[in-house]
């Protein structure tokens, strides 16, 4: 399904202590949709006083929230998942407008962040401290909590979806949360302000300033933030986590990605050559999870006949959607001509893919499939962050693990196979931080936490379940001691 689109350019204003304020630079920037290039929204271009203004109103409340019991403040996420629901389909036409990708998925991410929302909402009865008498009269506890003001920096990729793998957990935990959404897709932050405002959430808990890289600079760096998350592309990743570190600040940072597939000959051929084709060309290959680089080891001409087959049957517009901005459609094309320059086989051209008229002023790339790379070439090792899956040849299992294993990025591998011992030998030696067997797109559901390795993450933890829980709030001990004896020693 195309995404509706607004009857005028929609208008993305800060949101700050409660309402929406326009910059106080005064500047926008233009919105287009991937889909046709239409101009679909201005969004704010704030500076550091629009994040000054942001942290003071979060500072301000963010004692009252921290004291409020965690079972009142679970109250407002209930009604905040009800109001989520409600809204899905506005969520979803909004985030796919934006970001390229089809309705459908944009449901989908919806509804992932709605489990992040549901996880954070069971936190109350997860963890109830801990308690000890650990000598005569004297009991030790423990009791979880926040940070104050803390930030989180999302790419275009998820506009609802990723910026959900952090501020339910981290407002849950009590925290008042401050999120820098990606200048591209900038309306579903929009409603979802608006949605926690309805739910009930007092002004200051959840704020949102739209800008670049210098509204995130001016957010690690304001002393009243504590924590920063980051997902983005690895570059990036590494300066937020760098400079917010710097300032002796908590960070967590998220990557890019070079996901390897690594594909055994005795793989059942249906749900391999689905689950590979859909990763790849889902979200347009616009995901960190999307499969990269096919490892084929050994003889497995007829499976990859049958993903060529699955992949040149997408409808674009229907069933992928679009590129995110031209200059990506130009980088895509520049890096499949060059493979073809070194003599890979294009299996399926996505260049010459049929495309509806009404999306002539996109920016579209169909399925693409290189065939033959050579293991140290930029298809085969390099984020193209696109439709498009290169083939590396191998003979052996240690030889597809030995590539996987030279991968700089760390965020999934999957293996296809029957074998239990193949799959429990790549679980095992690979060196990603999630792993799929026979499933291509191996995303840990809550409460097990998402999170890569290597140059996809940097920083200690994941960013969802239990390590979100950790990420955001500190362990505060107590000892408390109540006894009617006089006496003591060194222990008591
Ligand atoms: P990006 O790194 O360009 O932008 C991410 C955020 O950083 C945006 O909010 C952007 O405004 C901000 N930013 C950009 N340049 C900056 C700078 N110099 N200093 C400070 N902030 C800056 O990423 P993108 O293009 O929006 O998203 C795609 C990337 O995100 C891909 O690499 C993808 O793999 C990655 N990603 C990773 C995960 C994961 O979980 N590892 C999930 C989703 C996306």
Known sequence: MTPRKPTQPIVSNNYIGGEFRAPQTGAFAPVH????????????????????????????????????PIKERSLVLFRMR????????????????????????????????????????????LDAGGAMEVSRGVICTTRRAPLGVVAGIVPFNFPVMVPMWMYPIAIAAGNAFILKPSDRVPTASTLIAQLWSDAGLPAGIFSVVHGDGAVVN?????????????VGSTPVAKLVYQ?????????????????????????????AAAGIADSFTGCAGQRCMAASLLVAVGPCESIIDAIVERAASIHLGEQMGAIITPASLTRLQAAIAEAQEHGALLRLDGRSAPLPAEFAGGNWLGPTIIDGVTPASRAATEELFGP??????????????????????????SVFTQSGAVA?????????????????????????SFGGTKQSRFGHGDITGQAGIEFWTTVKKITTKWTLQPDSSWMS
């Open 33 to 68: 949709s991937p889909y046709d290039g239409e101009l679909v929204g201005q969004v704010a271009m704030s500076d550091a006083r629009d994040v000054a203004a942001a942290v003071a109103a979060a500072h301000a409340a963010a004692p009252k929230w921290a004291a409020t």
């Open 82 to 125: 009800e109001l989520m629901l409600v809204n899905l389909d506005a969520l979803a036409h909004v985030a796919a407008r934006e970001s390229g990708k089809t309705v459908g998925e944009a449901q989908a991410e919806v509804l992932k962040g709605i489990e992040v929302l549901e996880f954070a909402l069971s936190m109350q009865n």
């Open 218 to 230: 001016a957010i690690i760096d304001h002393p009243h933030v504590e924590a920063v998350a980051f």
């Open 243 to 271: 400079r917010t570190t710097a300032l002796g600040k908590r960070a967590l940072a998220l990557g890019g990605a070079k996901n390897h597939i690594i594909l055994a000959p005795d793989a059942d051929p249906a749900i």
């Open 388 to 413: 498009v899956l290169s083939i590396v040849r191998v003979p052996t299992l240690e030889a597809a693990l030995a590539l996987e294993g030279q991968n700089a990025y760390g965020n999934a591998t």
């Open 424 to 448: 429990q030998k790549v679980a095992e030696a690979s060196t990603s931080g999630m792993i799929g067997v026979n499933i291509g797109v191996p995303v840990p559901r809550e409460p097990f």
